[in-house]
């Protein structure tokens, strides 16, 4: 089975820090995404990126950018952390090309700003 | 107009009992469609997915599919407790290759 591991559960963040959210997928996937989800609105996508270097923004991309250095590995950082980023962020990944499996997601982190 | 529209619910359903969720949807070259189950704190997990008109049976689900009307279906046969969760509806746009997602459907499955 792939695996989306998120490196934190829960984090709570002081206004104006800067937050580092990792994901690390096992299986060699291309792309691999950020979404926030919030009661109401549902899931939102932040940056998504297809291959190593590579990004794009999603539907909400201010006040966050993201890092691909290495196809497992994809973060997402909060330059200057506000309250209203206090969200679930998911993580997901996918095959390149392969979309009938649509996308495995991480456990999901639970960031509260204060 | 949203792109993927769902009943927020909640969806109430007795037990054993068949329950239907809807999504309809704006890009009439969506391409493929995805019903995925969470429930409550927990992250998202694919249970079906559908490209073609008709119907499609993976155990007690059923997705259904009919492009020209821009709608998507899940049934939930024999439903259970377990069954109790939010199901979003997700679907790829045409000349994309990411997903977009409805609001969700809450269900409760009374015992």
């Known amino acids: 089975d792939v695996k989306v591991t998120q490196s934190s559960r829960y984090l709570v963040k002081r206004t104006g820090e800067k937050v580092f959210l990792e994901c690390v997928q096992d299986?060699?996937?291309?792309?691999m995404f950020w979404y926030r989800q919030d009661p109401g609105l549902g899931l939102r996508l932040i940056y998504f990126?297809?291959?190593?270097?590579?990004?794009e923004k999603g539907d909400i991309p201010e006040g966050y950018s993201v890092s691909r250095e290495k196809k497992e590995r994809f973060s997402l950082i909060l330059e200057s952390a506000s309250t209203n980023q206090t969200s679930m962020y998911l993580c997901?990944?996918?095959?390149?090309?392969?979309?009938?499996?649509?996308?495995?997601f991480g456990s999901g982190t639970r960031l509260t700003v204060v | 107009q949203k792109e993927v529209e769902q009943n927020s619910g909640p969806l109430s359903v007795p037990e054993g009992a068949i329950a239907s969720l809807n999504c309809t949807y704006s890009?009439?070259?969506?391409?493929?469609f995805f019903w995925y189950r969470q429930y409550s704190g927990k992250s998202p997990e694919l249970i079906m997915s559908?490209?073609?008109?008709g119907d499609k049976e993976d155990g007690r689900f059923t997705a259904q599919l009919n492009k020209a009307s821009q709608y998507v279906s899940l049934l939930i046969r024999d439903s259970q407790p377990s069954d109790s969760a939010t199901y979003l509806c997700?679907?790829?746009?045409?000349?994309?290759?990411?997903?977009?997602f409805g609001g969700g459907t809450r269900v409760l499955v009374k015992p």
């Open positions: 990126s297809y291959d190593v270097k590579m990004k």
């Open positions: 890009d009439r070259g969506s391409q493929s």
């Open positions: 997901a990944s996918s095959l390149g090309g392969q979309l009938n499996y649509g996308y495995t």
């Open positions: 299986m060699d996937h291309e792309n």
């Open positions: 559908i490209y073609s008109n």
């Open positions: 997700a679907l790829i746009k045409a000349a994309g290759n990411k997903l977009t």
